[in-house]
């Protein structure tokens, strides 16, 4: 048995190549979680392995090389790029002589410290406690100590299951706390449906830009800053487009390999998403690495029951890519993607006249129109020349139905 160490902000990070690809991408991203947790990432370790090792999960001389960097620099944590074994994050420690955190220990670290409201408070706790519920074992010397003699007897319980117990009724606490929550959002949910208006959700990559793109159409003032997870409590706001009302919807952002833990224990908050009417899929354009992080969100909405919601790509931060504000269409002529800059303001009118056109197909429970009607000019025309393609016409039968559609709850 080991006294574990304590926490440091003097940083070395670790990443290993496992075949999983983009892995200067995947680097750059542990530095920048690293920074938002608050540590100073004072050098980097890199290597290749076909598997994990069982017990280390680096090799013996990576071991040795790692505590090398730890010493020159006076560094006094590791953080590993991957999920580490409870055991393996033991033996780590016991060689390095420093606290290990790995990928999912550091992004729980982040929600800790982001999370403002009540729920989001509950819910990262959850999270936080689902994850050490796996690490108690034999991980501080004071576990198993037994004593007898009188004035010193016990329940009957070594620390250990002591520990156990008063977790697993904290857990319990929580649940029952987040579905008591979970079921005020049920209502508000029926109350929306009951008054027909549009639930739209914006959803993508950590730091892609949600909360610019939420404050530049709603005129509100949350949070937003170039850091990752800057928002982690949904806010939702009214916003009008000509064709009636809608709820717009900030949500978490979402990373690869994101926590079960996290995932469950934000069950609730993810679910506001399944149950959106569209989604706003904002993609960050001037990343290189925007499909990965594209199948990444996908995989996400996937896993929490949102994979079936339509959606529109919106490619955000074109003013990085000097590209043009514009909209896509696929071969049905349905909006695909809107290509914008939340934070310059360029292409939110197409945004917004795609909203409306939403909005009119949801109202009259409709399939969605495959595109808002422009004129000459690239501007909205919400009254179009019934000869364009776009506008069914009444003398022309019902109107073509191309693929899979939107259909509106």
Known sequence: MFERPGGGERAVVVQFDLGQGAVDERLAELKLLASSAGATVEGVVRGRRAAPDPALFAGRGKVEEIGEIL????????????????????NLEKSLECRVVDRSALILDIFAQRAKSHEGKLQVELAQLSHLSTRLVRG??????????????????????????????RVK???????????????????????????VSLVGYTNA???????????????????????LDTTSRRLFVGGGNVVISDTVGFIRDLPHALVAAFHAT???TAHADLLLHVVDAASEDREAQIAAVNAVLGEIGAAEVPQIQVWNKIDLTHADAAIARDACDRIERVFLS????????LLRAALE??????????????????????????????????????DSGPARVCGSHFSWR
């Open 71 to 90: 010493r020159a620099q006076a560094a006094d944590l590791v953080i590993f790029n991957h999920a580490l074994s409870p055991a393996q994050q033991r």
């Open 140 to 169: 501080w010397t004071h576990l198993e100590r037994q004593k007898g003699g009188i004035g010193l007897r016990g329940p009957g319980e070594t620390q250990l299951e002591t520990d156990r117990r008063l977790l697993g009724n």
């Open 173 to 199: 606490l929580l649940k029952a706390r987040l579905a008591r929550l979970e079921k005020q959002r049920s209502t508000r949910r029926r109350a929306r449906a009951r008054r027909d208006v549009l639930s």
């Open 209 to 231: 830009g949600k909360s610019t793109l939420f404050n530049a159409l709603t005129k509100a003032d949350v949070y937003a800053a170039d850091q990752l997870f800057a928002t």
């Open 270 to 272: 993810l679910e506001e």
């Open 342 to 349: 939340a934070r310059a303001g360029d292409g939110l009118d």
């Open 357 to 394: 056109v939403s909005v009119q197909a949801a109202s009259a429970r409709e399939v969605v129109p495959v595109a808002p009607v422009l004129d000459a000019d690239g501007a909205f025309a919400p009254d179009g020349d019934p000869g364009d393609p776009l506008v069914p016409n009444p």
